[in-house]
């Protein structure tokens, strides 16, 4: 998982972000992409806030599932999808801050379904600061109606 | 955990709800409460998406995390507020329909830590799906600076 | 899920628990079994610890996980066998008493993947507690080498 | 979490490790210990295997467990002890081979949770292959009535 997406592989991924409407919803913008890694950014607003103003946890995990599924869609041949069966997420600091990256990774790719991980930072004043861990088990779909990328 | 909330009960949580922006820009409402049950409903729309035109997984876990939180708000005393601290969340089947509900419960409440979980069901055509299953940890706060409910 | 299991059916979770040589080390016995639903009982004792002389939450998820994937298995075809893909598991109070019973459920069977969950009483004077709760993804397999039940 | 654990806190973590039942019941060792790292090692044996032969998930996360809360109590002072409040635990492949060794380590330690991980590898043939990966929640406690370390 070293080296860069072919010019392909990228605009496949962008392709599939652009259809996520939720991560337009949120104002969430796709980062760097590279194989088995994915990143994507999130400028706290309070449209997305939880009730003590910081950034809600479901926003936090939209963003860190779709930075790992697009890290497992990277390392899967074309005629394959994703879907998430499962994430856990632990919130360790509350999501304030001037803007959140979701790293995305694959931990380990089996043939059907794909460990993979996220860790969110929150970014203030030039610092940056561990604020979710998010671990998803991935599945590998091919062929069913409807559903590509 | 039987019987009704009262009234101040119930507003408290109402009006926690209410500053969750989130919920807003989803489009999620509160439905009913009781003590140690509370139900998040949110009506699919291409805004809440992910890139199959499902409901994204994180506006999913969203309202499942918020119905969980809820119900653990509920079983406690007024002076002390929540945060999630994790929680495990399995997809179980594309989310789509007329209409989403979350049904988030108490499964047993400690000192610190009370363990949650949420089922959202899809209806559809009058039936109703299990299509996600989630268990949270929610930490119960008092008297962290500007923290409540 | 209602019913029973027929002989060929129970009989052959009792041959496959029999083969799960960690129960036996553990102390742990197979009790009701019926369509989507296991009991394993353990006894308390040193050899299953950790350092403050509660059962140790390996011991606990052993028998959790277990009690899970046998009721996965007893949803399924004689043909298919079942991996834990994953689980969770909440500790929810210290594992003590005179007997620690898990009860495995299925929650929803998929064509792979299965939920499960399962509850962990701690019974001590006529009284049982809730101690831990999981939540696992078992996979449908067949035909892996040498993979049976 | 640099440098070297002193005698003390070493001598601390080899004596709670020693009064686990389940490790030597196991047949598990503690291995390396250094601030916020901890490696557990055990040979599979029929004893704590599965159905199909391979070392069962539940010692596969005890080792992964105790790795994980040694690495979190090594970055305490010595007045607190360790409780785990919830693990996830993913199986990526049979825990087979020569050799089972988890490290643990400490993601984020806050005041009263800290985040752990735990990587499991089977070595064969002079070889390691990753196959588990555990997420656990400890939970820091003093005080509470004959709990130490």
Same mark, same amino acid.
């Given at each position: 998982?070293?080296?860069?997406?072919? @010019? @392909?592989?990228?605009a496949?991924?962008?392709?599939?972000f652009? /259809?996520?409407?939720?991560?337009?919803?949120?104002?969430?913008?796709?980062?760097?992409?590279?194989p088995? /890694?994915?990143?994507i950014?999130?400028r706290?607003?309070?449209?997305?806030?939880?009730?003590?103003g910081?950034?809600?946890?479901? @926003?936090?995990?939209?963003i860190?599932?779709? @930075?790992?599924?697009?890290?497992?869609?990277?390392?899967?041949?074309?005629?394959?999808?994703?879907?998430?069966?499962?994430f856990?997420?632990?919130?360790?600091?509350?999501?304030?801050?001037e803007?959140?990256?979701? /790293?995305?990774a694959?931990?380990?790719?089996g043939?059907?379904?794909?460990?993979?991980?996220?860790?969110?930072?929150?970014?203030?004043?030039?610092?940056? /600061?561990l604020?979710?861990f998010?671990?998803?088990?991935?599945?590998?779909?091919?062929?069913?109606?409807?559903?590509?990328?």
């Amino acid at each position: 998982m070293n080296g860069e997406l072919n @010019a @392909a592989e990228a605009a496949r991924i962008r392709a599939s972000f652009s /259809r996520q409407g939720l991560m337009a919803t949120l104002g969430a913008e796709l980062g760097a992409i590279a194989p088995g /890694r994915v990143e994507i950014a999130l400028r706290p607003h309070p449209g997305i806030s939880q009730q003590h103003g910081f950034v809600h946890a479901g @926003a936090v995990s939209a963003i860190a599932d779709s @930075a790992a599924g697009y890290a497992a869609l990277s390392v899967l041949p074309p005629e394959r999808g994703v879907l998430t069966a499962e994430f856990k997420i632990n919130l360790l600091a509350p999501a304030i801050g001037e803007r959140l990256v979701a /790293r995305g990774a694959v931990v380990k790719a089996g043939k059907t379904l794909l460990l993979t991980q996220a860790e969110v930072f929150a970014e203030a004043e030039g610092k940056e /600061r561990l604020v979710a861990f998010l671990t998803a088990t991935m599945m590998s779909i091919a062929g069913r109606e409807g559903i590509v990328d």
